[in-house]
């Protein structure tokens, strides 16, 4: 390799415990907040039973992913697969949804950092604590790679005890009926309707996969790290859920008071139901959540610059987004150009609304990622494959199923938000058709690298 071709390589530092450590670092948010607002929308069952359908297909596309990431071990995860194995147009496709997943979820969780902080800091405004915390994050993910998965591992251990402590808090005051009180306020279509909040348990899992090129042994220490993550939140999605809801009903973690507008806090209204909003557990719980808030914001930020270097090192979006700090070895144009596209988006204010048009994403994202499995299989059967997923082709076959009618579900239910993600979509294929019309795919070295073994 010429030393201009590795200077623009990342560098190799993380092990299975950094990519555990980032794996549930990217989702744990969801434990704390927003999920509860499927109850408004499904009740406790409703909710249950799409958050059931939600975990088989994170479990089917994980392990379907990591069969893709371990073969593949690039920067571009879906983007990388997607091209290999369905050409340049989807693989764009494939890459632009994940840019977008991993873009706008951060200003959602940013959003809630500064909720949080402002019940410690009430005469600092939310949205300053918000583009604070957005500046400090993206330098030390320009910085350096072990620095901000150190940080994460770190962050998120306290985030995953703060969640058992919670859970054995409440375990004492748990009944089940309280599980089955008023359990489905809006009918079966209640639990279509909560399908983006069940999302939202796991959403940015598939993170794991954009820091393969940076991982020790990516073939071993990708599948160690991918596996362990979607067990550990499965096991605590599961748990949050019910020593959250069997504390006094769902209303109780939805509605601060009777008749106020629905919280996505769900954990400290459970626990001020037992303890108080004065004690010393409740403050512990507030403090802690925090750091399950930075914990997601931080790793997704570190995922969205792997996402947009790929697609620039490609020329799908300008060139100077592929480029690798020479110092760093981080891709630092592509971290500040992700940091001001949300600081534009935490403007609007509209924290739901992003949050759906990151699911937008993240769903095309699997139903592309998950389609591309089969085909390379079929296309590219002597590939070497480190990992092969359990029970082909049923499993990414249930995978793919379940994330095609999630996909309906949601854009029936958010008609609107789903014509903003296609205008998105479809504006930035127009953009990579013209940009790169009088380029020759075949003959740049990227695609040639990428494209030779198929």
């Known amino acids: 390799m010429s030393h201009a071709a590795e200077s623009q390589q990342l560098e190799r530092k993380l092990g299975p415990w950094m990519l555990w450590g980032l794996g549930v670092g990217y989702v744990i948010s969801g434990m704390y907040f927003g999920w509860n607002l499927g109850l408004e929308q499904g009740g406790t069952l409703g909710l249950g039973v ?20 371990c073969a593949i071990p690039r920067a571009g995860g879906a983007f990388d697969y997607a091209t290999k194995a369905l050409g340049t147009d989807l693989g764009f496709l494939a890459g632009m949804a994940q840019v977008i997943e991993f873009v706008f979820a951060p200003p959602a969780i940013a959003a809630a950092i500064g909720a949080y902080f402002n019940l410690f800091l009430p005469d600092v405004p939310t949205l300053e604590i918000a583009i604070v915390a957005y500046i400090l994050f993206t330098a030390l993910n320009i910085y350096g790679v072990q620095a901000a998965a150190s940080f994460e591992l770190f962050i998120t251990i306290l985030a995953v005890v703060e969640l058992l402590i919670f859970a054995g808090v409440t375990a004492p005051a748990f009944q089940w009926e309280n599980l089955t009180h008023n359990a489905l306020p809006h009918g079966w279509g209640g639990a279509f309707a909560a399908i983006p909040f069940a999302i939202w348990f796991f959403l940015a899992i598939e993170g794991v996969a954009n820091v393969a090129e940076e991982a020790i042994n990516p073939q071993r220490n990708i599948l160690i790290g991918f596996g362990a993550a979607i067990v550990t939140l499965v096991v605590l999605a599961i748990i949050t859920f019910l020593s959250s809801v069997g504390v006094a009903g769902w209303e109780a973690i939805v509605y601060p008071a009777a008749g106020a507008a629905a919280s996505d806090s769900p954990l400290p209204l459970a626990l001020g139901k037992l303890v108080g909003d004065s004690h010393l557990l409740y403050h512990l719980l507030i ?39 020479p110092k760093f070895r981080t891709p630092a144009n592509a971290l500040m150009a992700n940091m001001v596209i949300g600081i534009i988006a935490l403007f609007t204010g509209k924290t739901g609304e992003i949050i759906t048009i990151a699911v937008f994403g993240a769903l095309t994202l699997y139903i592309v990622s998950l389609i591309s499995l089969f085909v390379l299989r079929k296309k590219a059967p002597g590939m070497t494959r480190p990992f092969k ?22 854009c029936y239910y958010n008609a609107m938000l789903a014509a903003i993600y296609a205008g998105i979509m479809v504006f930035s294929f127009f953009y990579y058709k013209v940009s790169t019309y009088h380029e020759s795919v075949g003959d740049q070295p990227f695609f040639a690298q990428l494209l030779e073994e198929v």
Request: glycine fraction near 10%; charged fraction near 5%; include cysteine.
């Open 50 to 69: 799409a958050t059931l359908f939600i975990i088989l297909m994170y479990l089917t596309f994980t392990f379907s992913y990591t069969e893709l990431a």
């Open 389 to 410: 997923v359990p029970f082909y082709p049923l499993s990414p076959a249930i995978g793919l199923v379940i994330a095609c009618v999630a996909m309906v579900a949601v």
């Open 287 to 325: 403090f802690i959540g925090l750091f399950g808030l930075v914990a997601s914001f931080h790793g997704i930020i570190l995922a969205a610059g792997r996402a947009v270097l790929e697609m620039g090192r490609a020329g799908f979006v300008p060139r100077t987004l592929g480029a690798v700090s």
